[in-house]
């Protein structure tokens, strides 16, 4: 009876994950056609299109994703805070995101140094110069993790907590399950597919991997934090990383 018991249990959160990615690749697809709709009013500042579309979708998006913890909060009768909104541990946040940053520096700059040593130039979806650097740069370090954190790991990962509250696991193994189903469905956000038919229109083996390390340690700085301080840090600051390599990279070479 208790290894049924434990089956359901693996079945709704693996049923759960399938469905949140259909779901986040649905709600991207609608939120990227409003702020294509709204990118005209904003085509003054940004006519190269290198920002502001990426501001505009983010921004909807963090709105969705606020609503929906909102609604969470309310459903399951959690309190705001229970979702990450607070700043435990931020020492122990900032402390981890800053080792880790300085770590993947080396890491980023070294691998982009050796595609470009081997014919393999950065290059960029737009034209190149300081107002589409700086505003595209800005976006990265200011907004990319602020908003898709709501969603992967303060929404995802304490809903999977909850449903695992009332079950035989221990906290470790609830944790560990968690971490995983949000890792994965972070990585299934940065493929392309079809549904009818189902197809993979676009996925980068490089990206899965920096998806999966980046959505492991976003998830254990959550876990660890009980706050969504580290991981909206650690997730700007990585972007922000990741830019400034190429942009290095690119004037360099």
């Not at 034209?127 to 589409?132: L, S």
Request: include cysteine.
């Amino acid at each position: 009876m208790e290894y049924l018991k434990k089956l359901k249990k693996y079945c709704i959160i693996i049923l759960f994950t399938l469905g949140v990615i259909v779901f986040q690749d649905y709600l991207n697809k609608n939120v990227s056609s409003l702020a294509r709709h709204l990118y005209p009013y904003f085509s003054g500042i940004d006519p190269d299109n290198a920002f502001a579309f990426l501001f505009l979708h983010h921004f909807i998006q963090a709105v969705v994703y606020l609503l929906l913890i909102l609604l969470a909060a309310k459903v399951f009768r959690f309190k705001i805070r229970d979702f990450g909104f607070n700043l435990k541990e931020y020492r122990k946040s900032i402390k981890y995101t800053l080792i880790f940053a300085a770590v993947w520096a080396v890491i980023q700059f070294g691998t982009g140094l050796v595609f470009v040593l081997n014919g393999q130039p950065v290059s960029w979806n737009f034209r190149t110069n300081t107002r589409n650097f700086t505003g595209y740069f800005l976006f990265e370090v200011l907004f990319s993790g602020t908003s898709e954190e709501l969603f992967f790991r303060g929404l995802v990962i304490t809903l999977i907590l909850i449903m695992l509250k009332n079950s035989s696991k221990t906290r470790k193994e609830s944790n560990i399950f968690a971490l995983v189903s949000a890792t994965l469905i972070f990585m299934a956000a940065h493929i392309g597919f079809t549904l009818m038919p189902f197809r993979v229109t676009y996925i980068n083996w490089l990206q899965q991997g920096t998806a999966m390390i980046f959505g492991v340690f976003y998830g254990v700085l959550l876990l660890r934090t009980k706050s969504l301080l580290g991981p909206i840090l650690a997730h700007n600051l990585l972007n922000g990383v990741i830019t400034l390599s190429g942009m290095l990279l690119y004037f360099i070479f």
